[in-house]
């Protein structure tokens, strides 16, 4: 049996919380939002300079949902801390439904901590859910950044991000409520093997037994995520130095661009389209990385000895000038489409 979360943890697995004035904990009433809540509340008692507000979010897409957003109002009031309830409302879509619900969710708990002035939202994710999310990246193919997964503080609609129990396993949340006897709610979703995510948890136990368990998962994140952070600062540099803007157009110097290492290449263009048209590079459904890696090669082989050459990606125009330089401008309504070169 797992050992429970110990007093003596909270400090390290909190510690972000304390820079922090007002956090939201997103909470669903399943075990691992529902031992964050009791964890977060027994870190502040030492801490009271950071307050805290249950916000948990009724999807309506079950009958049950209302009665477990007021059990989790309960909950949050036997420990003393407010609660918000957000509903989604309006239809709902008939495929990619969680990911539509996640994407919900997310702006739901952005609105609510605006709305109460808190500076940060914290959930529930587990060593259990980075391993599955590396595991689906894996699967996807994705590049050093995805293998990457979540971090334990990041940026979303505007507000930091923080995941406190991301080096947790499940099991340990679950021996904590217990140990307290605690219910939580278990949501049927989490054994439909229709979703992808469950498909993975069980596959994740047919590898354990070969090594292959949530750890090593995780650790191939963290090792990810530094080569990440690496690349991204050499992108940095290089971008400073080499991408010049005026309005909604932009200039690469080709030769920074060209001595550039093929991933950098990359990121310097990721970059200058994320410039030209704010968010488009970042889209994770829009500009995709394979297209960004056609227009890399595409630019790196096409030397202008033959004139100037012309893609179009995620509505910005990309163009290799006679003397080398990458000019970038966001294409013009009346010409979407109509670019021969577009990727």
């Given at each position: ?36 809540m ?17 916000v ?66 914290a959930t ?26 979540m ?16 080096a ?28 992808e ?27 990810a ?48 389209i ?14 995709r ?5 056609t ?20 509505g ?28």
């Amino acid at each position: 049996m797992p050992d429970p979360i110990a007093l003596d943890e909270l400090h390290s697995l909190f510690a972000a919380f304390a820079a922090r004035s007002h956090v939201v904990l997103a909470v669903s009433g399943g075990a691992d939002s529902t031992a964050m809540m009791l964890l977060a509340t027994r870190w502040q008692e030492a801490h009271p300079g950071t307050r805290l507000t249950v916000v948990t979010i009724d999807h309506a897409l079950r009958p049950e949902s209302a009665a477990e957003c007021t059990a989790v109002t309960g909950q949050a009031e036997r420990l003393g801390l407010p609660c918000l309830v957000r509903h989604w409302s309006g239809p709902k879509p008939s495929s990619r439904l969680q990911e539509s619900a996640r994407t919900a969710r997310y702006a739901l708990l952005a609105e609510a901590a605006v709305e109460i002035g808190a500076d940060a939202i914290a959930t529930a994710h587990t060593l259990d859910d980075q391993a599955e999310t590396v595991l689906m990246r894996l699967l996807h193919g994705s590049s050093v950044d995805g293998l990457a997964a979540m971090r334990p503080e990041s940026m979303r609609n505007g507000l930091t991000h923080l995941r406190p129990l991301l080096a947790i396993p499940k099991a340990r949340l679950v021996a904590t409520l217990e140990a307290e006897g605690i219910a939580w709610t278990e949501d049927p979703s989490n054994r439909n093997s229709h979703f992808e995510r469950v498909r993975l948890r069980h596959l994740l136990a047919e590898f354990a037994p070969l090594g292959l368990d949530s750890r090593r998962l995780a650790l191939l994140a963290e090792r990810a995520a530094r080569s990440a952070d690496a690349l991204e600062a050499i992108a940095a540099a290089d971008f400073a130095r080499a991408f010049r803007q005026d309005g909604t157009e932009g200039v690469l110097d080709g030769s920074v661009y060209r001595a550039a290492p093929a991933e950098i290449r990359l990121r310097l263009l990721e970059r200058a389209i994320d410039r030209i048209r704010p968010g488009e590079a970042g889209k994770p459904y829009g500009l995709r990385l394979e297209r960004l890696e056609t227009l890399a090669q595409a630019i790196g082989v096409a030397l202008p000895a033959g004139g100037a050459r012309q893609w179009s990606l995620g509505g910005v125009l990309v163009r290799l000038a006679r003397g080398g330089d990458i000019h970038l401008a966001a294409e013009p309504p009346r010409l979407r489409g109509q670019v021969k070169n577009k990727v």
